[in-house]
C-alpha cells in the first residue's frame, strides 16, 4: 500500500542539553485521514494537537510512499535506488541508519512494532518487532532473545504498551531515540474490538476516483487488486 505518516516528538534532556527524540509511524496512513490536514471525514485530536504545539508539514511529499521502501529511506536518509530497497527487499544490515548515528553519539536506541525489513534491526540497543507484515490479533514479536505471542491482544496496543515500557525503563543517563512503528491502518484494517462501531452511524462519501478506469496510467494502478 502507499502513504505513511509519521510524528516525531522531543524533549529537553536535562542532564546533557540534547534532545530525546520519539518517532511514531503508521503504516499506509493517508494525510486526509488526519484531520490537521483535512477534518471533512474524521477527526484526530491527538495527532491534531501534536500539529499544533509542534508543526505541521504542508509543502512535503513522500520519496517512496510504498511502506517497506518508505522505512528503508527514513532509517538511511537515502533514496531507494541507493538504499538498495526500491519495493519489497531486504534491507542490508551493513548500511548506516540514523540509529547508528545516534547510538555512536550517545543515544540510547530502541525499535518497536512493525519493521518489514527482512533483516534483523541494526543499531538499536532493543528491538522487538513483528515477523514480516505482523498479525492484528494475537500477534507474534520477536527480539534478540526470542520470539513472543501476545494472546488476546491488538497489536496497536501491544506496540503502544512496549513503547510505554521502554520509555519508563530506558538508561536515565542518556538521551533517548526511540522508533515506534505501528501495523496500522495496513490491511487488512483489522481495529480493535471497542473501535469496530465508531463508523456505524456516519457516511463516508464516494471519493471520485471510486469508479476509475485507469486509462492512461501506470500498469502497476491498473494490475493491483487492492
Not at 58 to 69: D, E, Q, S, Y
Not at 72 to 82: C, F, K, M, N, R
Not at 151 to 163: I, P, S
Amino acid at each position: 500500500g502507499a502513504g505513511t505518516a509519521v510524528c516525531c516528538g522531543w524533549a529537553a534532556e536535562p542532564a546533557r542539553g540534547r534532545p530525546n527524540i520519539l518517532f511514531i509511524m503508521s503504516d499506509d496512513h493517508a494525510a486526509h485521514a488526519i484531520s490537521a490536514y483535512d477534518n471533512r471525514l474524521i477527526q484526530t485530536p491527538h495527532l491534531d494537537r501534536l500539529a499544533q504545539e509542534g508543526c505541521l508539514f504542508t509543502r512535503v511529499f513522500a520519496t517512496n510512499a510504498i511502506c517497506t521502501p518508505s522505512r528503508a529511506s527514513i532509517l538511511t536518509g537515502q533514496y531507494s535506488h541507493v538504499n538498495g530497497v526500491p519495493v519489497f527487499n531486504q534491507l542490508d544490515p551493513a548500511k548506516t541508519t540514523v540509529a547508528h548515528r545516534l547510538q555512536q553519539a550517545g543515544y540510547y536506541t530502541a525499535m518497536i512494532g512493525k519493521w518489514h525489513l527482512g533483516s534483523d534491526p541494526q543499531g538499536f540497543d532493543f528491538w522487538e518487532i513483528f515477523p514480516g507484515q505482523g498479525e492484528y490479533f494475537d500477534p507474534v514479536l520477536y527480539s534478540r532473545d526470542g520470539s513472543k505471542k501476545y494472546a488476546g491482544e491488538h497489536a496497536t496496543d501491544v506496540v503502544t504498551r512496549l513503547t510505554l515500557a521502554q520509555l519508563r525503563n530506558r538508561p536515565k543517563d542518556k538521551p533517548f531515540f526511540m522508533m515506534m512503528h505501528h501495523k496500522a491502518p495496513h490491511r487488512p484494517w483489522q481495529p480493535a474490538p471497542r473501535h469496530k462501531a465508531v463508523w456505524s452511524q456516519k457516511t463516508i462519501p464516494e471519493p471520485p476516483t471510486l469508479f476509475d478506469d485507469y486509462a492512461g496510467r501506470a500498469d502497476a494502478l491498473r494490475e493491483q487488486k487492492q
